[in-house]
């Protein structure tokens, strides 16, 4: 078969963020789904495990090896450790690796092994490798050998404090990133507190200051503010199905005013279409960029503590996942980077 | 300015159905977003009620006499008895009216008086209006002068029942559909019982066997059995943003099996895209449909007591509202039918 | 230890039923909570698995054998074929057994045989054994050696149609029973259809026609008919922790009025605590009887079609559950019914 | 009618406190409930408005001059600005008053004046009045005239701050309190943001830093601390009925430890019934506190960057506002504390 569309796979397609590029590259005009594996589900049709694609898909999950040779762009979402031996073979037919799991993120190979237990295997791969927040570092993904998809709260986060780092308007010391997450962010697999009846009309912190999302929330605020960033990171499990919402707090610089703030903001994301900065008084909500790969930041002072407040919400499988990935494919591949992710999120 | 888009209009554009027709015509490529209009919020922006449109739409609500002239065709998702005059309006500019309220989904304007208190003020127009169904009726909405679009609760019947009617496999009297609608069917206005805290963690039915969609679920029915049928029907509220299911009972016709009942109903929506006959033993849920156009179907044999159970799920805010709309008005323009409705649901 | 008070333990007790039941005995102002057991969890204390009691239970969580002996009531909640062998151990130390599993709730065990795919064990057990039904069976149960505590559906079926079959006001075919179930009505074990993201936001029927509670419903329904009743079932799962509606629906015999029926069910529910005849024209609401022992019940008539509609609901876990099964050993003992089991619903 | 029980009544009877102080007196074996007022539905029988109390309560509600003669104890709750004459009418009449409303809980009227806008009429009756939160003010509230009860989220922090404060363990300022409130922390009325359909799958902060509860929060831990405390509070609406989580962040003093400080909550709550310290690596969870008067704290440490992190959590309707006050009334009567509360939690 002859075809001008960019030959894609999918490696842990049945997963959450494997299921939602499924979902979002089958509506994209430039990308023909090639290949989707699945270690649960090898042979099976993707509609058997999920019906919300009955008459859209008829792909049948095939094993991860089997991706590569297949296609031009490989997406990965894997666990940890997995994905170093995939970007060899990916490497290897000159396939596009976009790692949506967390081996191409830290740079700094002690944090990796610090966090995640684990050396680096390939550390040629390393050098490569970009982590791939476009709105941050657009010019390195479109060089990118292979793109190391940013975790969804690390995705709030540096948006969140991007201008404020920048602009030197805040202490980089004491900064609090209070985090809460739809179910979705703990994947597919069955556990007692994903439960229903455990889940729902709940709500808890989890790994208080223990997260994997800490290194990479410091490695980029590190970069943002030109010295080393430590954050005290709290996530919560929200009952919901998606998005997040992080409030983060930061302690204001002396002299530091909010329109001064606000000012900087609007002119950090004017051309970022990805990137909402919702109007004074107004507060970023998840609901409103539910389905979609925007993420909304509202800014707030409170002055009789000199704390600045940014509210961050993102929908995790699409901003924080999948929809990101399709942005950094977009932007390596020379496409608009919107294609694909017009969607607009419901208002409810 | 030029443009060879087709010019669409809205009036009633922040109810429900009006901001979801905002969301997917913004989408559809092949008409421009005219003029939206709104009673409670004229002349404000529509991202001021609607913040998820921030940054998409950069319209303002306008009346809804500045519409008709504005647009070729004109959405209206209105209270009944508003509909009437305003098809005349677009009447006298030439422009397509899609009536997403009930003033055109009656042929019997007895009926029309019995469970709407009102009579017919322009009889002419009915007689070019077609009760808008595409799987049923789609010849007759390629030609109508008026499009009177489909109650929600009677898409799910009209559309599970239909081959069973045509196959002639179940009797006429006794049918029982028992529906269940997603909060947002009972609109944008704020009531007691749509209080999150009274809606949340219950269920209930509500106006058993007094519901308007009573009479336009009955003249489908007869209209397929070809004799008058009359059913019984109970809505009940379900706590969920989005999504009907009916479940609806009928007594098979001696000798009817499941499987030539099976056969038939593959057989009459083969070609229809939007109606997904799902796989045996398995059932229609509304998680599979949500956001999209896909009303889907199971079918079920109570073989102790001859009784056909049908399962049929659509969003009631897409194809039970706007996205059947848009359906209809790709169908009487002559363009696909499913252009700016290929978003797929999601799985979670 | 010297007590006055009646020794009770729970075998089974890290279920849902079974903490369900700990949480009320422990409220429970005539009993002592000696003994619960489970097979899963043997060793730990029951606040490690249930934290909402922390505080409140030192109890150990012991074996199924140890827990007769402590007691003077056991109340079992254990799959389908393990409740007649404890039969057995309870007899022999002179502890009354309350079963809320399936094994003594069918007298005729040709049916247990179609449905459970089991023959009883020991026939002797089930001529003690009572269905119990306190509003239709009190009367036996105050003299059962062995208690079949009924299942959550069937409990809104024979309430909701007690006294229209008793009154002769409805045919005895035909009868329609559309239920929606809590999620808890699926228990503590993680299946994919109970994991939060796939139940929330999630509507659908299962075991249409098939399900095990069918022949408990029809028994009784054919008991207070006076002949054989056969009914369609068909239960759906419902977005929230607790709660079970049923909408039946019965054709009415001729001459059949609704303010007749009305006063039937006031005049049969008069005297009964647990039984709330809703005023004409209300509905009842699963969130009005949350967390209590009672069961609502409205009456609604389609004259067009001459159906009875009855909407019947009750806490699956409470009225369906533990809650009736304090009932039952209340009644059986000698004490009020009542006690225990005053805690009022909440409104939210 | 002669009657040894204490006579109480409830201004505000049908807001979401007074109808949980309906609810929970309802089964208080030492009261007798006499008069329930309302402004909105005088005339009415309770039951007419809250179905969930329905065969429970028969009382109508009358005007709110009606209820202070008839009672030994009168709870208000009512919006600020209207406790101040009741008190007076209540004192007329030797009757206590137990206010769940503002007007009672700051001690500072120039803090009352900033952020309520009014000045204090009856300056006299504050000079009786206790902030009434019994795990840390029991002693003066034995000794009340008037009874402030508490605020939701204050309750939280208090109980969460209360050892740390003490026993010197963190710094006084840039204490940071991240709180999520269920919906009915909004109350009854109908407004846009607690419309089902926009607060289902939603999730955002509101009044960052300008909440009125930011004064009361700061008087208390002022009041442990021995000094002036000044705090942020972003509070967050919760798609959940009930329940609120403050996740509350302290840097450390030098020296300080973990074990010391879990030590110290531990030693500082032993004897308290309310107050559950989790168990070390457990968090607190909203679910385990529904429906009961428990506050579950559980604490985290943040070494890499010397924070306290306090989870604090309680049920808004019960110890955030109607538990408590009974709690209150129970302990200015000489009753044991508990009376009357205590219903457990329930697993789901």
């Keep these: 078969m002859i075809t001008d569309k ?36 090898e042979g099976q049709a993707i509609t058997d495990i999920y019906p919300n694609l009955f008459g859209s898909c008829s792909l049948k999950l095939c094993s991860a090896d089997e991706v590569p040779p297949l296609c031009d762009v490989v997406f990965a979402a894997l666990p940890h450790g997995l994905s170093e031996p995939l970007a060899e073979k990916c490497a290897a037919v000159n396939a596009l690796l976009v790692d949506l799991g967390a081996d191409f993120r830290l740079t700094d190979e002690k944090e990796y092994t610090e966090w995640y237990g684990k050396t680096y295997e390939y550390p040629e791969l390393h050098k490569g490798a970009v982590y791939a927040l476009p709105e941050i570092y657009r010019d390195a993904i479109k060089q990118a050998a292979v793109i190391g998809n940013p975790g969804c709260y690390p995705t709030t986060v540096a948006l969140g404090l991007m201008p404020a780092l920048r602009g030197g308007f805040i202490e980089t010391d004491g900064i609090i990133i209070d985090s809460k997450s739809g179910v979705t962010g703990a994947g597919r697999s069955l556990t007692q507190n994903t439960h229903y009846p455990d889940a729902n009309e709940a709500f808890a912190a989890y790994k208080a200051g223990a997260h994997r999302h800490t290194p990479e929330i410091e490695q ?29 707090y930061a302690r204001l610089k002396l002299g530091a005013d909010f329109d001064t703030i606000y000012a900087a903001y609007e002119n950090a994301y004017r051309d970022e279409y990805f990137v909402r900065v919702q109007p004074k008084g107004e507060y970023a909500n998840i609901k409103n960029v539910r389905m979609s790969n925007f993420c909304d930041i509202s800014l707030h002072i409170d002055k009789r503590t000199s704390t600045l407040i940014v509210c961050s919400c993102i929908d995790n499988m699409v ?30």
Tied chains: 1, 2, 3, 4.
Excluded: C, W
């Design 6 to 41: 960019i030959r894609v796979g999918i490696i842990g397609a049945t997963g959450y963020a494997g299921v939602e590029l499924v979902r979002l590259l089958l509506s994209h005009p430039n990308v023909s789904l090639t290949a989707i594996s699945s270690t649960s589900f």
């Design 220 to 248: 980029t605020l590190s970069d943002l503010a030109g010295k080393p960033v430590k954050v005290t990171f709290v996530p919560h499990l929200l009952p919901v199905n998606r998005g997040i919402e992080s409030s983060i």
């Design 319 to 348: 901003k924080g996942a999948a929809g990101q990935a399709i942005q950094n494919m977009n932007l390596r591949l020379g496409l608009d980077e919107r294609t694909g992710l017009t969607a607009l999120p419901s208002a409810f």
